[in-house]
């Protein structure tokens, strides 16, 4: 069982976006970002806060390793697919980093690469091949499950705060980043951040020119990471007039 959990051949399986063991998987996610939320004042107490950090840098830490380990030994890794450069593999790292370090830039790179990373990985999956039960797809969910709870926990439990310098450092780095992974991707063929080509059919998409594709997928990081940066603002906003009302009502 165990040897076919960590099996090395693909089955050619497809995961089946919008079917009901997605629908599921979405929920216990999504339950695990409302009890963060829910319980944010019990997870500022020091016992729990570092409970709470020790486990997700354990569970992020063995995740990797536990991945890095099937490439290695199963005959699956590729110079094409199977290196820590994807977008929320490099999340991952900084994640660990973040939680172990407390140190801001970290932080930026969990909450802006890791949150709208596993969101958008979680809402269109893109697993290996293999039919469950497998390691792989374990390790998809599993891994941007924590990358998401670590990044909402930034945000709302430590209350770290994503201001226009955090917004710009992000940015410039992220651009940096593509622009070296871009080189990268045309010297071994390969489509990490996928500014090559999409990781799944987009209709007009498929048929656009090489250079507008990449153009338009650099941009697209940027777009997002700015929606997000306002989406924040306006939420601390009326957070903030919520507060006043209710400090005015009693």
């Not at 976006?17 to 929920?27: E, F, Q, T, V």
């Not at 990781?199 to 940027?222: E, K, R």
């Not at 903030?240 to 400090?247: F, I, T, Y």
Request: overall charge positive; glycine content about 4%.
């Amino acid at each position: 069982m165990i040897k076919y959990f960590f099996r090395g051949t693909p089955d050619g399986y497809i995961f089946p976006n919008g079917s009901r063991i997605h629908w599921i998987m979405m929920a216990f996610i999504l339950m695990g970002v409302e009890l963060i939320i829910k319980y944010r004042n019990e997870l500022r107490e020091d016992k729990y806060n570092k409970i709470f950090k020790v486990f997700m840098i354990t569970m992020l830490s063995i995740q990797q390793i536990i991945l890095y380990l099937w490439y290695e030994f199963s005959g699956y890794f590729t110079i094409h697919e199977s290196l820590p450069l994807y977008n929320c593999r490099v999340a991952i790292i900084f994640t660990i980093f973040a939680l172990i370090s407390n140190k801001d830039f970290y932080k930026n790179i969990c909450c802006y690469w890791g949150i709208i990373g596993a969101i958008s990985a979680l809402a269109f999956p893109t697993v290996d091949p293999f039919k469950f039960p497998h390691y792989t797809g374990l390790s998809f969910f599993l891994g941007h499950a924590l990358l998401l709870w670590s990044g909402i926990y930034l945000l709302v439990v430590e209350r770290h705060d994503i201001d226009k310098k955090s917004l710009f450092s992000v940015l410039i780095f992220t651009n940096v980043y593509h622009s070296i992974i871009f080189i990268f991707n045309i010297l071994t063929s390969s489509n990490y951040c996928y500014l090559n080509s999409p990781p799944f059919s987009i209709g007009i998409i498929d048929n656009m020119n090489q250079l507008i594709y990449t153009f338009t997928a650099f941009n697209v990081f940027n777009i997002f990471f700015i929606i997000f940066y306002l989406m924040y603002k306006i939420l601390c906003m009326y957070r903030s007039k919520r507060e006043d009302v209710m400090r005015y009502s009693k």
